[in-house]
């Protein structure tokens, strides 16, 4: 089983079974299906590669998680490969930091406004004449009342 890229190449030596002669030389009695995460079966092409030996191929799922189901109809000989792609470096916390990162200069925050220049901002004076409203109607209710 190699990984080239995006595609998962799976191989099979059907030799071991050569006991039952030509019933194991043809493509036709080989099954291949790629099966996703969520179950979806997709049927893979079978290709004879050499005597005995046969070759399928199959996309990696966009979640990184493959299963290629493999079956020798005539034998039920049965081969399952799963795949599960690594997180990547970066995500991994318990990894020690490599030497490229360690090499860049270190992020500070004011540096970014130091070239900056303060620029007025006018702000609504309807929400403090709101609340000088409500206040003077309490006080006039308050005044009446007394």
């Known amino acids: 089983t190699t990984i080239v890229g995006d595609t998962i190449q799976l191989d099979t030596d059907a030799g071991r079974t050569a006991r039952l002669?030509?019933?194991?030389?043809?493509?036709?009695?080989?099954?291949?299906?790629?099966?996703?995460?969520?179950?979806?079966?997709?049927p893979l092409d079978v290709i004879p590669t050499g005597l005995g030996r046969f070759s399928t191929a199959a996309d990696l799922a966009p979640t990184g998680r493959t299963t290629v189901r493999?079956?020798?109809?005539t034998t039920n000989e049965l081969r399952i490969v799963h795949h599960e792609q690594p997180y990547p470096e970066e995500y991994n916390l318990a990894a020690t930091?490599?030497?490229?990162?360690?090499?860049?200069?270190?992020?500070?925050?004011?540096?970014?406004?130091?070239?900056?220049?303060p620029r007025e901002v006018r702000r609504r004076l309807s929400g403090w004449l709101i609340i000088a409203a409500c206040v003077a109607f309490i006080t006039g209710v308050l005044l009446r009342r007394l």
Do not use: C, V
């Open 97 to 117: 930091g490599s030497d490229a990162l360690a090499a860049l200069t270190p992020f500070d925050p004011t540096a970014i406004a130091d070239d900056l220049q």
């Open 70 to 73: 493999l079956l020798n109809a």
């Open 21 to 42: 002669g030509a019933a194991t030389a043809s493509p036709a009695n080989w099954q291949a299906e790629r099966i996703d995460e969520d179950g979806n079966a997709e």
